[in-house]
């Protein structure tokens, strides 16, 4: 089975209710109605359940004033509160006494540590974090934190301890990039730049470790050196507007200021954000990227986080709240607008999709004019989407093989096959072991049953790649479908299926094969089954074609 649509533009369950602080900066007006302190504790916890968190903040609040600040009430305000951006109310709200759980009181030493470093009060920000360690789950946060915390008290010694914990190779990675700022900072520059080389050194360093290091030296005076960096940063990813932002500035701009404590407080909280992000900790990576926006609300990759988050939890309107504080001209507009884009498309709203996305193709952006062809195609509009990806494909020097991708799976879809079969070979040319390039020409050969064999091998190399990939597996029986061997075609099939479950176009092929071998009763259900799944239109007649009539003799196979 081919996967139709391979987004270029990477696009992230909050149910929709009251106007919310985190989403439109505006407090509701008035108590909220509730019968008792019950009802409004009851009426929060439902709201924070659903990701409502502003109003359950409101809820909350109220309950605690009216049933005697309990402290279940009060330790669900905090965490309300926290996860509505309301740093300052969380950090006097968050939990201390001994009915609290521990990973709340943990939590709310971490808030009013961030609260009081925003307040300008270093020293009571480290008393905060010291004593007992900050222990799980909040562990590498506490531990990037300090040092910046440090710096803020004046604690000279605190301040250039690089942060460690034992098998946390974030912490590892990104406590070394925050203490080469404070080297730099500290004035102690060969130390800062030993860092930098550290933290950037291998073929694939991360990009904000580039960025930063690239930073230091424009504020050294070594453009040049600078340069070097935004070039190798470009050959990995050619459409990083960062790398590129950064080359323009570096090439006859001022250099960009050494990061302030929040600043570099706001950074040092970004990595935990990701970590919990991967562990599927999202209520936990929601917090940290509040309490970094709370010290730097110019942070735009935490914004795009940030709304990410919120879309996948279901919160559209704060989520669109937070793909729009990227300022126009800003390295992160482009990919915020591309967000905020797929935000309407995801909606249902196709046409809000499309006049966003034409709105930034038309400042003549690369990422705006990728987001419109994706969008294009995802709205089956192909021959428009074509004409977009010529125009990029012609302007590039050297065309990145997901641009060929693109516009083989728009001409594909459109019924040029011819054109889609060159732009999908040019680009597995240039990217041979890529599983879903591989997939979508193998699939495409194999159901016009063309060149079985080649094909086969295609989808053979990217099951190998992808085991548990139902649509790949789907492929993979196809073809040995398309060859006549219906019983391997089954076996496959019916793994592709426990896979992919909901997929109307694996459950119609596993009817195929079950009619070829005489299964028809169990061909009859799938195909039932197909109608079920919301097919396409022409999934849908196909099916319903051979329910009135079966399957008709036995399909003609091609050649090799």
Known sequence: ?????????????????????????????????????????????????????????????????????????????????LMAGQVAKAATLAPTGPTASEPS????????????LGDGKGKAAQAELGGDPIGFPHRAAAALLAPWVAAAAGDTEGTVVRPQLRGDGAVDYFGQIGQAHLFERARRFDEAETNFKAVTAGENPNELAVLAYGGFLERRGRKADALALYDGALRRNPSSQAA?????????????????????????????AATMISARQEA????????????????????????????????????????????????????????????????????????LARAAAETGDFEGRITLS????????????????????????????????????????????????????????????????????????????????????????????????????????????????????????????????????INSHLGDAYWMVGRKDEAVFQWRRVLTLDPDDKIRADSERKLESGLGPTPRVAGP
Not at 244 to 264: C, D, F, Q, V
Not at 443 to 455: F, H, P, T, V
Request: charged share 25%.
């Open 105 to 116: 009181k943990r939590m709310g030493r971490l808030v009013r540590a961030v609260a009081l």
């Open 374 to 505: 994706d969008l294009l195609r995802a709205n089956d509009r192909n021959d428009e989407a074509a004409v977009v990806l010529d125009t990029l494909i012609a302007e590039a020097k050297a065309p990145d093989w997901q641009l060929y991708y693109a516009r083989g799976q728009a001409h594909e879809r459109a019924g040029r096959w011819p054109q889609a079969e060159a732009d999908l070979s040019k680009a597995l040319s240039l990217r041979p072991d890529e599983p879903e390039l591989l997939n979508y020409l193998g699939y495409g050969l194999i159901d016009r049953g063309e060149r079985l064999k080649e094909a086969l091998a295609m989808v053979e190399k990217a099951v190998a790649a992808n085991p548990r990939s139902g649509a790949m597996i789907d492929s993979l029986g196809w073809a040995h479908y398309r060859l006549g061997d219906y019983p391997k075609a089954i076996e496959l099939l019916e793994q592709a299926v426990e896979l992919e479950a909901g997929d109307p176009e």
């Open 1 to 81: 089975m081919r996967r139709f649509l391979f987004a270029l533009a990477a696009p992230a369950a909050l149910l929709a209710g009251c106007a919310t602080t985190s989403s439109t900066g505006i407090e509701p007006a008035g108590p909220p109605a509730a019968d008792s302190a019950y009802g409004l504790f009851l009426a929060g916890n439902a709201a924070l359940n659903a990701g409502r968190n502003a109003d359950a903040a409101r809820f909350l609040e109220y309950a605690r004033a009216h049933g005697g600040d309990d402290p279940a009430v009060s330790e669900q305000a905090f965490t309300a509160a």
């Open 244 to 272: 590129r932002a950064a080359k323009a500035r570096a090439s006859g701009g001022r250099a960009p200021a050494a990061p302030t404590l929040k600043e570099g407080a706001a950074f040092a909280l970004l990595a935990p």
């Open 284 to 355: 936990t990576a929601l917090a940290y990227l509040r309490l970094s926006l709370s010290l730097d609300p110019q942070r735009n990759d935490a914004w795009l986080m940030l709304g990410d988050l919120l879309q996948a939890r279901g919160d559209l309107e704060g989520a669109r709240a937070a793909y729009g504080r990227p300022k126009p001209g800003s390295p992160a507009f482009p990919a915020a607008q591309a967000k905020l884009a797929w935000s309407y498309q995801s909606a249902g709203d196709k046409e809000g999709a499309l006049r």
